[in-house]
């Protein structure tokens, strides 16, 4: 009789397993297919739970379903802390190389997936609907099997003190346009201009281009000093959204000089094989780079190879 086969469940393997797949691992990719489902479903389960209705007649379903997915996250958080060594650094302890990982972004957003749920199921009798709403924050682990909300997240990163400046200038101009129709507003409109905070209200939406119109001046100095507001709005606002689309210009440009650099050092010997084909494919998986950018890269460098 043969014996069965048992999978290996080795601290690399189940590093391996939880991380996204690599091409010829199928198992992990199960995994993964998996965990993505599971959290779609849990995003699509928080908000069925707030239709009370549909709360109330499938109660039982929506709280065994938590129970079985704040089991599997439990698990796959304690399997990542345990096998997490595996991608230590060299020179790191194993205590070291988790206590880093628990303050890593992604650990982070993988213990409040689970914490608003335990936390329920420990106090059962207190109303915490407001701590269980929390778990819409599972949506995030998404991350860990996106490019793309990983390339938004490391450019919000990069330009953190950019979109500091661009946010504290919104502020003060919040501040300025609040103060300035509080005076010029506050004896005709007391009940909506009465004091700089209410003021701030008309201030946003202005700023923010969106104009709901149910708070707006009345008299003629009001509405040349909110016509002033809502032209400085328009460049406030688009103030952050030029740094983003220019953080991702410059974002994708190192990309794709990474790329070109790896490509550079693999036609040393002037020949792609396949092991370099699939690095080279990994990489631009990595780096989020589609398909056209990978074809301009190459033909680039083969051109300028051409002419050297």
């Not at 998996?34 to 699509?44: D, K, Q």
């Not at 499938?58 to 704040?70: A, C, G, I, Q, T």
């Not at 020949?271 to 033909?299: F, P, T, V």
Request: proline residues 3%; charged residues 25%.
């Amino acid at each position: 009789m043969k014996p069965i086969n048992m999978p290996n469940f080795s601290r690399k393997r189940v590093w391996s397993l939880l991380e996204p797949a690599n091409e010829n691992d199928n198992f992990s990719r199960i995994v993964d297919v998996f965990l993505v489902g599971l959290i779609f479903f849990n995003i699509l389960m928080v908000i069925l739970e707030t239709v009370e209705e549909l709360y109330t007649h499938y109660r039982v379903f929506f709280k065994y379903f938590e129970l079985f997915s704040v089991i599997i996250f439990s698990f796959e958080y304690i399997g990542r802390l345990w096998s997490c060594v595996e991608n230590k650094e060299n020179y790191e302890s194993n205590f070291k190389s988790r206590i880093r990982y628990i303050f890593s972004f992604s650990a982070i957003i993988d213990a409040v997936a689970i914490l608003p749920s335990l936390l329920a199921f420990l106090f059962p009798t207190v109303d915490l609907r407001f701590v269980r709403a929390l778990r819409i924050f599972r949506l995030l682990k998404f991350s860990r099997y996106s490019n793309s909300i990983n390339t938004l997240l490391v450019v919000l990163w990069d330009q953190r003190k950019s979109f500091g400046a661009a946010f504290f200038i919104l502020f003060i101009v919040l501040i300025i346009s609040s103060s300035g129709m509080y005076l010029v507003e506050k004896d005709v409109q007391p009940e909506k201009f009465g004091s700089i905070p209410q003021s701030m209200w008309w201030s946003i939406v202005t700023l923010t281009t969106v104009g709901y119109g149910d708070v707006f001046p009345i008299t003629s100095l009001g509405k040349i000093f909110g016509s002033i507001i809502i032209i400085l709005g328009i460049g406030t606002v688009a103030l952050p959204a030029g740094i983003l689309a220019s953080a991702f210009t410059e974002h994708t440009k190192r990309s794709q000089k990474r790329y070109e650099e790896k490509l550079k050092f693999m036609l040393t010997d002037d020949i792609i094989d396949d092991k370099e084909r699939k690095e080279l494919n990994k990489l631009s998986e990595r780096l989020n780079l589609s398909d056209e950018d990978i074809e301009a890269i190459e033909e680039h460098y083969k051109n300028k190879k051409k002419k050297s």
